[in-house]
């Protein structure tokens, strides 16, 4: 009973602390955002584009950032650039954050959010793989965080991580991934408590994410689970709501909050619902 009322006030809490919400308090922020020619980057440059800020978008293929930006001049963005850069490549996470910064004369919110493609399967023994996604999806965040934490300080900006419930919860077929998605939730978590008791005045969010419908995750899981994806679009505001009302942790869809609370209290049980939530 005790729980139930603390689940209940903190689904409140959580509610109302989202209606607090001001698109104005993004209008002319200068953004970067990460992974943004498709997928959810790309639907969080839209909407930054609507809220009037000045967005650069990066990504490897220069076509989609082309299209991307247009759109986002389109929907109203104050500035709307890209620049390509591949985070597998050690040099350019900070090259990217430094072409941003000259671009935009600052920087207020960086959106670390890409990632690499990775099977969704069983783990096959490729270390290699493992490897190289570390450096895509991990590594790179820790440079580009460690490249914009010095502008942020001065902008007194925002740094939003978008991470997944697979860096909480294992579930089959995804290792690598996942294994990606624990340390950027472990780094980053340790980070908050330090900018907490450094006092410093950027504020770090780390969203959560559940299956949204992104052509790439729809495509990989086909076949494998019928569970419901939720819209890139909503997911995507969701990020941009949690970052600039300086959330710590933000879940989207809410319901994953909970799956996260009760995640140890029956292992036995928990592992057998996932494991027959697949196909194999
Ligand atoms: P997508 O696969 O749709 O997009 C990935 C983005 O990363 C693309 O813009 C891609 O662009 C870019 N990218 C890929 N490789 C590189 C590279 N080597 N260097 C630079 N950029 C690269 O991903 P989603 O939109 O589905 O996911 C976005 C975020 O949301 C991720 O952090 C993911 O973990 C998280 N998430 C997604 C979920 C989902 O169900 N979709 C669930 C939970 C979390 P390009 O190919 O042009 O380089």
């Not at 992104?214 to 019928?226: H, L, V």
Request: net charge neutral; hydrophobic share 45%.
């Amino acid at each position: 009973m005790k729980t139930m009322f603390l689940m209940f006030a903190v689904c409140l809490i959580a509610v109302l602390w989202r209606d607090t919400f001001d698109p104005e308090s993004v209008r002319c922020a200068r953004v970067l955002v990460t992974g943004a020619s498709t997928g959810i980057g790309e639907q969080v440059a839209y909407h930054y584009a609507k809220m009037g800020a000045q967005v650069v978008i990066t990504a490897r293929r220069e076509y989609a950032l082309q299209k991307v930006a247009a759109n986002c001049t389109r929907l109203g963005a104050q500035k709307a650039l890209y620049v390509t850069g591949d985070m597998s490549q050690s040099s350019d996470p900070e090259r990217v954050v430094r072409m941003a910064v000259k671009q935009l004369g600052g920087l207020d919110i960086l959106v670390l959010n890409h990632i690499g493609s990775t099977p969704f399967a069983m783990w096959n023994g490729d270390g290699d793989h493992v490897r190289e996604l570390m450096q895509l999806n991990f590594l790179s965040y820790v440079n580009m965080a460690s490249a914009a934490l010095p502008v942020l300080e001065q902008s007194a900006g925002s740094m939003i991580v978008v991470s997944s419930l697979l860096g909480k919860i294992t579930t089959p077929f995804v290792g690598p991934y996942a294994a990606t998605k624990f340390a950027v939730n472990g780094f980053f978590g340790s980070m908050q408590h330090e900018l907490a008791m450094q006092r410093s005045n950027v504020s770090l969010t780390i969203t959560t994410l559940g299956l949204i419908d992104t052509d790439s995750a729809m495509d990989k899981i086909r076949g494998y689970t019928n569970m419901t994806a939720y819209p890139a679009s909503d997911a995507a505001l969701h990020i941009i709501k949690a970052g600039a009302t300086h959330q710590k942790e933000s879940f989207y869809p809410g319901y994953i909050y909970f799956a996260c609370l009760c995640r140890d209290w029956f292992p036995f049980f928990r592992d057998i619902i996932i494991q027959n939530s697949y196909t194999y």
